[in-house]
Nanobody, 126 residues
């Protein structure tokens, strides 16, 4: 069983920056895709960014492209999300997700197909 633990959420003013981190309990190379998703208040879960553990080639949703950066630290079984130029519409519960599958573009569009999820961390932009 894979456990994912997020950290780094909180409150920030619009235009500010924040970094989220996710630590995986399993050996990260067993997790093909890792990613970040978010669920704004009253809305469904949406893809933010994904990355392939054995390569790189990060993918982003259009709403965050150019502002957010996903990165990974395979030695520490971690994936990070650097968020810059934050906007109030970025306010959401952010979740880390992982899956042994390798089609990361698929998962970005279909978050329900990710097999493992963290508990989430709240990001509030005002």
């Amino acid at each position: 069983h894979v456990q994912l633990v997020e950290s780094g959420g909180g409150s920030v003013q619009a235009g500010g920056s924040m970094t989220l981190s996710c630590t995986a309990s399993a050996f990260k190379y067993n997790l093909g895709c890792m990613g970040w998703f978010r669920q704004p208040p009253g809305k469904g879960r949406e893809g933010v960014a994904v990355i392939f553990s054995l390569g790189d080639s990060p993918l982003y949703s259009d709403s965050v492209k150019g502002r957010f950066t996903i990165s990974q630290d395979n030695a520490k079984n971690m994936v990070h999300l650097q968020m810059n130029s934050l906007k109030p519409e970025d306010t959401a519960m952010y979740y880390c997700a992982a899956d042994p599958g390798s089609n990361c573009a698929w998962y970005l569009a279909r978050p329900a197909d990710f097999g493992y999820w963290g508990q989430g961390t709240q990001v509030t932009v005002s």
